[in-house]
């Protein structure tokens, strides 16, 4: 088992700033493919950026420019820095790791909260 403990959501105004963090139990292998996705009020879970080997990155449309998804394996920590937040980025965020042998562990999550 696997847990993910994410902090760093909070109330920000729109055109604001912040990173997410997301610590890990146990030491973050490079072939461990790991993102962030979020639940906004009334929708499903989208994925908003993911992270592989390699640092190879992928965003959603909506986060492109805004949002930079990183990882310090040395850490165990994955971030998410997010600028120029939208009231729309309002959500519940999770971390999630995939490891190459099935393992799919996701946080509790962390609320973000943009207002206009």
């Known amino acids: 088992q696997v847990q993910l403990v994410e902090s760093g959501g909070g109330l920000v105004q729109a055109g604001g700033s912040l990173r997410l963090s997301c610590v890990a139990s146990?030491?973050?292998?490079?072939?461990?493919?790991m993102g962030w996705y979020r639940r906004a009020p009334g929708k499903q879970r989208e994925l908003v950026a993911g992270?592989?080997?390699?640092?190879?990155?992928n965003y959603t449309d909506s986060v492109k420019g805004r949002f930079t998804i990183s990882r310090d394996d040395a850490k165990n920590t994955l971030y998410l820095q997010m600028s120029s937040l939208k009231p729309e980025d309002t959500a519940l965020y999770y971390c999630?790791?995939?490891?190459?042998?099935?393992?799919?562990?996701w946080g509790q999550g962390t609320q973000v909260i943009v207002s206009s």
């Open positions: 999630n790791l995939l490891t190459p042998y099935g393992g799919n562990y």
């Open positions: 992270i592989t080997s390699g640092d190879i990155t």
């Open positions: 146990r030491r973050m292998f490079s072939n461990d493919r």
